[in-house]
Nanobody, 124 residues
Framework: QVQLVQSGGGLVQAGGSLRLSCAAS????????VGWFRQSPGEEREFVAA????????FYADSVAGRFSISRDNAKNTVYLQMNSLKPEDTAVYYC?????????????????WGQGTQVTVSS
């Protein structure tokens, strides 16, 4: 089991930036895929970005490509989501999660462990 602790988030004006962190406690990310998802009220949880821990391959949703960047710090056992050029439509609760089995990496149901979530609000 991997315990995920998130930090970051908050209120920012449109065009601004935020960085979210997801740190593993108890177990490491090694051998797994780490993803970021977001969910707005009344909406389904949607894929944002993912990174494979060993090779560092990254994947992005079309809606955030070019604006968001996912990265990892092996020494700190932490995954980051750098969010730039934020838009009001980016407002949501953001979750990090770990996938430990083979499944479509964009599907939330394929992930086994989840962080507590953090609110990101972008004002216009």
């Amino acid at each position: 089991q991997v315990q995920l602790v998130q930090s970051g988030g908050g209120l920012v004006q449109a065009g601004g930036s935020l960085r979210l962190s997801c740190a593993a406690s108890g177990r490491t990310f090694s051998g797994n895929t780490v993803g970021w998802f977001r969910q707005s009220p009344g909406e389904e949880r949607e894929f944002v970005a993912a990174i494979t821990w060993t090779l560092g391959n990254t994947f992005y949703a079309d809606s955030v490509a070019g604006r968001f960047s996912i990265s990892r710090d092996n020494a700190k056992n932490t995954v980051y989501l750098q969010m730039n050029s934020l838009k009001p439509e980016d407002t949501a609760v953001y979750y990090c999660a770990v996938r430990t089995r083979n499944s479509l990496l964009t599907r939330a149901g394929g992930y086994d462990n989840w962080g507590q979530g953090t609110q990101v609000t972008v004002s216009s």
